[in-house]
């Protein structure tokens, strides 16, 4: 039973730090309430704190899952990726469209569309799937005008100084 009166879309664009950290804050807050909460990860098959956290700890509440694989993308995706995303897509569809959950986050989901492994129109007609009481979050780098135009609220997240630069990896706990 959802237990939004009213569900917005947001999204977390940007070059800076924090965008799946500030969706997943939202994801904690949500369970906190006795909420449901369903997280798609695009782009993403590497094993993150917070993929173990949920599992270990939130899962009567979150459920995550990835749609990737284990390395990054570089370049032009592969056709592994091309379908990853796309059956990603269709299950959060699944999910958001299930009366089961109340907030959606599309992790990375902007970086997808950016780097084609999905449609710009496609996620369009996602969005416009949402139903009236289901909270949908969109999350990554270059989120696309039309997205832009689409959200009720949208955040960028601006890099002003990042340890990066001086060659500091993530680190386990703080950044996966």
């Known amino acids: 039973m959802p237990k939004l009166k009213k569900g917005y879309i947001q999204v977390y664009t940007g070059n800076g730090k924090g965008k799946t950290t500030a969706a997943l804050g939202l994801a904690l807050r949500a369970a906190g309430r006795g909420m449901k909460v369903y997280i798609g990860q695009f782009m993403k098959g590497q094993e993150y704190g917070e993929l173990d956290a949920i599992n270990k700890y939130l899962s009567q509440w979150i459920t995550m899952e990835q749609y990737g694989t284990p390395k990054f993308v570089v370049g ?18 699944e ?81 996966k």
Do not use: C, W
């Open 76 to 93: 032009k995706p592969s056709e592994e990726d091309i379908k990853m995303a796309k059956e990603g897509l269709k299950k959060a569809r």
């Open 95 to 175: 999910a958001m469209l299930s009366g089961n959950y109340d907030i959606v986050i599309l992790d990375e989901v902007n970086v997808s569309i950016y780097l084609k492994t999905l449609d710009l129109g496609e996620v369009l007609n996602f969005i416009k799937e949402k139903p009236e009481k289901v909270e949908l979050i969109l999350t990554g780098r270059y989120a696309p005008q039309e997205i832009i135009d689409a959200a009720d609220l949208v955040t960028e997240m601006k890099e002003i100084k990042h340890y990066y630069t001086k060659g500091v990896i993530a680190r386990e706990g703080i950044e």
